[in-house]
Protein backbone atom coordinates (compact mmCIF):
# COMPACT_ATOMS: atom_id res chain seq x y z
CA UNK A 1 0.00 0.00 0.00
CA UNK A 2 2.54 2.40 0.92
CA UNK A 3 6.23 2.40 -0.84
CA UNK A 4 9.55 3.87 -0.66
CA UNK A 5 8.58 5.88 -3.16
CA UNK A 6 5.75 7.43 -1.59
CA UNK A 7 7.61 9.25 1.30
CA UNK A 8 5.22 11.51 2.76
CA UNK A 9 1.80 10.39 3.68
CA UNK A 10 -1.16 12.76 3.33
CA UNK A 11 -4.31 11.80 5.57
CA UNK A 12 -7.13 13.25 4.48
CA UNK A 13 -9.66 13.10 7.26
CA UNK A 14 -13.09 14.44 5.91
CA UNK A 15 -16.04 12.83 5.69
CA UNK A 16 -17.53 14.86 2.79
CA UNK A 17 -15.66 14.15 -0.89
CA UNK A 18 -13.99 17.19 -2.58
CA UNK A 19 -14.32 19.46 0.63
CA UNK A 20 -11.89 21.36 1.98
CA UNK A 21 -9.40 18.97 3.43
CA UNK A 22 -9.53 17.02 0.56
CA UNK A 23 -8.38 20.33 -1.66
CA UNK A 24 -5.61 20.94 1.23
CA UNK A 25 -4.35 17.52 0.65
CA UNK A 26 -3.91 17.97 -2.96
CA UNK A 27 -2.21 21.44 -2.30
CA UNK A 28 0.11 19.63 0.36
CA UNK A 29 0.90 16.69 -1.66
CA UNK A 30 1.78 19.40 -4.94
CA UNK A 31 3.98 21.01 -2.13
CA UNK A 32 5.93 17.86 -1.14
CA UNK A 33 6.21 17.24 -4.75
CA UNK A 34 7.46 20.41 -5.72
CA UNK A 35 9.87 20.01 -2.79
CA UNK A 36 11.67 16.89 -5.11
CA UNK A 37 9.46 14.04 -2.47
CA UNK A 38 6.90 11.72 -3.17
CA UNK A 39 3.02 12.15 -1.86
CA UNK A 40 0.94 9.58 -1.23
CA UNK A 41 -2.84 10.77 -0.27
CA UNK A 42 -4.96 8.52 2.08
CA UNK A 43 -8.55 9.43 2.17
CA UNK A 44 -9.63 8.00 5.47
CA UNK A 45 -13.17 7.82 4.72
CA UNK A 46 -12.56 4.86 1.65
CA UNK A 47 -11.22 2.85 4.99
CA UNK A 48 -13.10 0.53 8.00
CA UNK A 49 -11.79 1.47 11.08
CA UNK A 50 -13.69 -0.20 14.24
CA UNK A 51 -14.32 1.66 17.35
CA UNK A 52 -11.69 0.37 20.34
CA UNK A 53 -13.81 -2.18 22.64
CA UNK A 54 -11.82 -0.85 25.84
CA UNK A 55 -10.40 -4.40 26.72
CA UNK A 56 -7.09 -3.52 27.27
CA UNK A 57 -5.84 -6.61 26.12
CA UNK A 58 -3.06 -4.83 24.01
CA UNK A 59 -2.01 -3.70 27.24
CA UNK A 60 -1.22 -7.41 28.73
CA UNK A 61 0.33 -8.47 25.33
CA UNK A 62 3.70 -9.42 24.85
CA UNK A 63 3.41 -7.71 21.73
CA UNK A 64 0.92 -4.69 22.68
CA UNK A 65 -1.42 -6.47 19.73
CA UNK A 66 -5.46 -5.53 19.34
CA UNK A 67 -7.73 -8.09 19.47
CA UNK A 68 -9.30 -6.20 16.23
CA UNK A 69 -6.12 -6.27 14.22
CA UNK A 70 -7.85 -8.96 11.69
CA UNK A 71 -10.80 -7.62 11.38
CA UNK A 72 -10.92 -3.70 9.48
CA UNK A 73 -8.25 -1.51 7.88
CA UNK A 74 -6.77 -0.05 11.05
CA UNK A 75 -3.52 -1.66 11.02
CA UNK A 76 -2.79 -0.86 7.19
CA UNK A 77 -2.72 2.53 8.07
CA UNK A 78 -0.56 1.84 10.97
CA UNK A 79 1.96 0.75 9.08
CA UNK A 80 1.86 3.48 6.76
CA UNK A 81 2.07 5.92 10.01
CA UNK A 82 5.03 3.76 10.95
CA UNK A 83 6.78 3.78 7.70
CA UNK A 84 6.24 7.14 6.39
CA UNK A 85 9.33 10.02 6.34
CA UNK A 86 6.95 12.60 7.30
CA UNK A 87 3.63 12.46 7.35
CA UNK A 88 0.62 15.55 7.10
CA UNK A 89 -2.72 15.51 8.23
CA UNK A 90 -5.74 17.27 6.44
CA UNK A 91 -8.97 17.49 8.53
CA UNK A 92 -11.79 19.56 9.43
CA UNK A 93 -13.04 20.59 12.26
CA UNK A 94 -15.77 19.19 13.82
CA UNK A 95 -17.53 20.24 16.98
CA UNK A 96 -13.49 21.60 18.25
CA UNK A 97 -12.17 18.38 17.57
CA UNK A 98 -11.42 16.15 14.61
CA UNK A 99 -14.50 14.09 12.96
CA UNK A 100 -15.33 10.56 13.94
CA UNK A 101 -13.84 8.80 11.67
CA UNK A 102 -10.07 10.10 12.51
CA UNK A 103 -10.70 9.58 16.43
CA UNK A 104 -11.96 6.14 16.26
CA UNK A 105 -8.75 5.57 14.39
CA UNK A 106 -6.67 7.51 17.21
CA UNK A 107 -8.75 5.50 19.59
CA UNK A 108 -7.39 2.21 17.95
CA UNK A 109 -3.46 3.78 18.27
CA UNK A 110 -3.75 3.26 22.09
CA UNK A 111 -2.03 -0.12 21.52
CA UNK A 112 1.14 1.95 20.23
CA UNK A 113 0.73 4.10 23.80
CA UNK A 114 0.44 0.68 25.80
CA UNK A 115 3.45 -0.22 23.78
CA UNK A 116 5.41 3.01 24.44
CA UNK A 117 4.64 2.61 27.83
CA UNK A 118 5.95 -0.85 28.08
CA UNK A 119 9.37 -0.28 26.01
CA UNK A 120 8.57 -2.44 23.02
CA UNK A 121 11.46 -3.03 21.07
CA UNK A 122 9.46 -3.42 17.65
CA UNK A 123 8.63 0.38 18.35
CA UNK A 124 11.41 1.61 20.43
CA UNK A 125 12.95 1.20 17.11
CA UNK A 126 11.37 3.34 14.63
CA UNK A 127 13.08 6.28 14.24
CA UNK A 128 11.56 9.65 15.17
CA UNK A 129 10.50 11.84 12.20
CA UNK A 130 8.43 14.87 11.56
CA UNK A 131 4.49 15.41 11.46
CA UNK A 132 2.57 18.55 10.28
CA UNK A 133 -0.94 19.52 10.43
CA UNK A 134 -4.04 21.66 8.11
CA UNK A 135 -6.89 22.30 9.81
CA UNK A 136 -10.28 23.39 8.49
CA UNK A 137 -12.73 25.25 10.07
CA UNK A 138 -15.89 26.94 9.19
CA UNK A 139 -16.58 29.41 12.12
CA UNK A 140 -14.27 32.36 11.20
CA UNK A 141 -13.00 32.96 14.92
CA UNK A 142 -12.16 31.29 18.20
CA UNK A 143 -9.04 31.32 20.05
CA UNK A 144 -9.29 27.94 20.60
CA UNK A 145 -11.11 27.03 17.69
CA UNK A 146 -7.94 24.02 16.86
CA UNK A 147 -6.72 23.14 20.61
CA UNK A 148 -9.07 20.21 20.69
CA UNK A 149 -7.81 18.52 17.48
CA UNK A 150 -3.95 20.04 17.65
CA UNK A 151 -3.88 17.91 21.09
CA UNK A 152 -5.80 15.12 19.61
CA UNK A 153 -3.35 14.80 16.63
CA UNK A 154 -0.28 15.34 18.78
CA UNK A 155 -0.52 12.71 21.62
CA UNK A 156 -1.47 10.32 19.08
CA UNK A 157 0.93 10.93 16.26
CA UNK A 158 3.80 10.99 18.75
CA UNK A 159 3.24 7.60 19.44
CA UNK A 160 4.97 6.94 15.95
CA UNK A 161 7.77 8.70 16.36
CA UNK A 162 5.93 11.57 14.79
CA UNK A 163 6.09 14.72 16.85
CA UNK A 164 3.57 17.36 15.84
CA UNK A 165 5.37 20.80 14.29
CA UNK A 166 3.75 23.52 16.32
CA UNK A 167 2.17 25.77 16.12
CA UNK A 168 -0.10 23.75 12.95
CA UNK A 169 -1.70 25.79 9.93
CA UNK A 170 -5.43 26.24 11.07
CA UNK A 171 -7.42 27.83 8.30
CA UNK A 172 -10.58 29.63 9.46
CA UNK A 173 -13.87 30.67 7.45
CA UNK A 174 -13.55 27.69 5.28
CA UNK A 175 -17.28 25.85 5.38
CA UNK A 176 -18.05 25.70 1.84
CA UNK A 177 -16.38 22.78 -0.25
CA UNK A 178 -14.76 25.55 -2.71
CA UNK A 179 -13.91 27.77 0.00
CA UNK A 180 -10.08 26.77 0.33
CA UNK A 181 -9.34 26.54 -3.63
CA UNK A 182 -11.57 30.12 -3.97
CA UNK A 183 -8.36 31.53 -1.70
CA UNK A 184 -5.06 32.16 -3.06
CA UNK A 185 -3.29 32.99 -0.17
CA UNK A 186 -4.82 30.00 2.13
CA UNK A 187 -3.97 27.74 -1.08
CA UNK A 188 -0.25 29.31 -0.62
CA UNK A 189 0.22 28.51 2.82
CA UNK A 190 -1.03 24.87 2.32
CA UNK A 191 1.61 24.16 -0.35
CA UNK A 192 3.90 26.01 1.65
CA UNK A 193 3.07 23.39 4.14
CA UNK A 194 3.29 21.11 1.83
CA UNK A 195 7.15 21.84 0.64
CA UNK A 196 7.87 21.82 4.46
CA UNK A 197 7.38 17.95 4.70
CA UNK A 198 8.64 17.85 1.53
CA UNK A 199 11.87 19.12 2.76
CA UNK A 200 11.82 17.08 5.92
CA UNK A 201 11.04 14.24 4.28
CA UNK A 202 14.51 14.16 2.45
CA UNK A 203 16.05 15.33 5.39
CA UNK A 204 16.71 18.50 4.34
CA UNK A 205 15.31 20.52 7.15
C1 LIG B 1 -20.38 17.57 12.18
C2 LIG B 1 -19.72 18.88 11.91
C3 LIG B 1 -19.20 19.61 12.97
C4 LIG B 1 -18.57 20.83 12.75
N1 LIG B 1 -18.05 21.51 13.81
C5 LIG B 1 -17.39 22.67 13.59
C6 LIG B 1 -16.80 23.39 14.68
O1 LIG B 1 -16.83 23.00 15.83
N2 LIG B 1 -16.15 24.56 14.41
C7 LIG B 1 -16.06 25.05 13.13
O2 LIG B 1 -15.46 26.11 12.92
N3 LIG B 1 -16.60 24.37 12.08
C8 LIG B 1 -17.26 23.20 12.28
N4 LIG B 1 -17.79 22.52 11.21
C9 LIG B 1 -17.60 23.05 9.85
C10 LIG B 1 -16.44 22.35 9.12
O3 LIG B 1 -15.26 22.43 9.87
C11 LIG B 1 -16.21 23.00 7.75
O4 LIG B 1 -17.39 22.91 6.97
C12 LIG B 1 -15.06 22.39 7.00
O5 LIG B 1 -14.81 23.12 5.81
C13 LIG B 1 -15.34 20.95 6.61
O6 LIG B 1 -14.20 20.43 5.99
P1 LIG B 1 -14.31 19.58 4.64
O7 LIG B 1 -14.71 20.54 3.56
O8 LIG B 1 -12.94 19.04 4.47
O9 LIG B 1 -15.33 18.53 4.86
C14 LIG B 1 -18.45 21.31 11.42
C15 LIG B 1 -18.97 20.56 10.35
C16 LIG B 1 -19.60 19.37 10.58
C17 LIG B 1 -20.14 18.57 9.41
Known sequence: MFGPEDDVAVFACSHRRGGNSDAAAELVARGVREAGAGARIVRLRQYEVLPCLACRAC????????????????????????????????????FYGPPSRAKTLID????????????????????????????????PTGNRLFDGARLTFKYFLENFGLPLTDPPLGLRGMDAAGDLLSDPEASRAVIELGHAAGRAARGDA
Open 59 to 94: ASDALSRCVLAARDDAESLFDVLLRARAVVVASPIY
Open 108 to 139: RGQRFWEARRKGDAWLAKTPDRRAFACFVAGQ
